[in-house]
């Protein structure tokens, strides 16, 4: 069994910052993939970021240059620094890990909530 477990969101002004951290615990064999979606109310689980146990990144268009997702294998564990935020990017932020002849696993969601 994998638990994934976030932590870091919470209320930032416009403009902003926050740093998100997500750990993997539990029977864990080899984590191919880490990556951080969000949901805003009324809208679909978008895409945010997505990183290889390699290191090989690709995000979302709308936060590249803003957005910087990495990873510590050692810790099974995934980061998202979140600079410059914006009000249309409050939303509930899940991290996922997708590990070698398991699945992918997700966990319950951050909230993270930008005023405008």
């Known amino acids: 069994q994998v638990q994934l477990v976030e932590s870091g969101g919470g209320l930032v002004q416009a403009g902003g910052s926050l740093r998100l951290s997500c750990a993997a615990s539990?029977?864990?064999?080899?984590?191919?993939?880490m990556a951080w979606y969000r949901q805003a109310p009324g809208k679909q689980r978008e895409l945010v970021a997505i990183?290889?146990?390699?290191?090989?990144?690709n995000s979302a268009e709308s936060v590249k240059g803003r957005f910087t997702i990495s990873r510590d294998n050692t810790k099974n564990t995934v980061y998202l620094q979140m600079n410059s935020l914006q009000p249309e990017e409050t939303a509930v932020y899940y991290c996922?890990?997708?590990?070698?002849?398991?699945?992918?696993?997700w966990g319950q969601g951050t909230q993270v909530t930008v005023p405008s």
């Open positions: 996922s890990a997708t590990i070698l002849r398991s699945g992918t696993y």
């Open positions: 539990g029977t864990i064999g080899v984590i191919v993939t």
């Open positions: 990183i290889t146990r390699g290191g090989s990144t």
